[in-house]
């Protein structure tokens, strides 16, 4: 509903849609005075002079008789200005200024302007409701990989001296930011990222620590955590989509997650089912929202006939409530929901240092990226957008060869060709798939040390091990920078 905000006589309106803020501000022309051809033409030199400002702007006209005296009609305007935005404060300030800008523009155009007058509410309320769904920016264009002369961003420095730089298209492939605790990769990752918004690239980083927010603090990203009532509806599938291959989606993000037995599978499956049947998902056109409780409710109260099946049921409920208890279900569950359209076109940190159990943080991990998956297969988006994952061993862990891939891995190696790059951070590459490391385009290693380490670096990306033994004893934030070409340079961030 509205809420107020008062300035002396000034009054903005705000109403919240899902993670938006919608701002409003509206006032009367009195249209009364004057011959309807002068008001006519005041009206379009104001909206002229209105429309250089870039504002967001509405006219409605109101011609109302006056049944007890019909010579005497009513005809006034309400102009409402308009804005949406991730922040409250960064909306009203927007439609106060352009607010402000309106009134000076309709005192030039010769326009009685009543900026505090009564107004008629219900239609106020009916045009803020139609121009809400009015005010959602278009994406920026996306920056185009085949253009000549790509756009690029400065890593860092060379031994030599120069910059180091990358080329969009080269930006656009996953990378490996290798190194010991303490060796700068953090803080190269925050700096490439911040400097990425130059060309356009936006970026999602799954902040394992609760690092970034501080790190990237200039670029106001949005950043979803338990305490900020802000997070993302895994439940949720687009419109035409069947409920139930949906369930299929989360049951392969749980398993991975969670490693359920077949009986385990069963049970959860089970429960998934009761509760998207129940809350109409598949039969009714409007079906009601699922939350994490109601899922682990549906677990609780199915009727086992066996000890297996009642072991599976309590195995399946000790892993489930973790996400209920771990500060995890206030992002599944926050009441702003960050949509994947709204998660493409913003930078975001999803910030799992608040989040105290590392089963529940792999889960938010896999479910965004999984989903986020499956929305730009479904519409076959390829927009550039980068993600960060923080210790990525957690999602893409060593794995010997003679087992199958993991769907983190294939789902790692997929979201490339949709236009994701990966920047998968972690310490040693010995703890990475073998698979998702050979395959990165860059790699920038800092302090590394143990021959093995080294190894892996000669044998999945290219860096022979007499130049990587001098990572052993690199200072904080210096290191090998490894292009896709195999390019190796001593570099500095
Ligand atoms: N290029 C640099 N020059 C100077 N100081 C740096 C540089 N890069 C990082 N640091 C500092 O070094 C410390 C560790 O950096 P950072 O947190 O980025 O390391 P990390 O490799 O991410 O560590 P961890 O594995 O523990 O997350 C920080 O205090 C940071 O400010
Ligand atoms: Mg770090």
Redesign the pocket.
Known sequence: MYEWLSAKFRKVRIQRDGARWFASETARISLSGGSSLETKQAVSRFLEELSKEHANVAVIYLSRSDRLNPAERKRCAHITVFDWSFRKSAAVNKVRKNFEKSLSLAGMAGLDFDATGESDWDSIWLMDNFLMTLAETPPPPPPNPDDPRPAQITIGQTSAGANLSIELPELCKHMAVL??????????VANMLKRANSVELRYLVFDW?G?YPQLLKSNQALVVAPDQDLGFDIFDYPKGVDPFVHIDVLMDIFNDSFDLTVSQQFILRTALRKVYTDRGHGMSDNPRPIDVDDVIKAVTDIRTYSGWEQESKLAVLRRISKLADTGLSRILNASQKIGFSDLLNQDVIVDLGQVTDSYSKIFVVESILKLLYDYKVSRKLTVPHAIAV?EARNIIPYRRPEEPPRIMERIVEELRKFGESMII?N?LPSTLSQEVLTAVGNVAA?RLKGSAEQEILERRCNIAREVSKSLADAP???GLFRRGDNNIVWF??
């Open positions: 190194g010991e605790t303490g060796s700068g990769k953090s803080t190269f620590h690092e923080e951070v310490q800092f904080v934030g210096s500095e961030s």
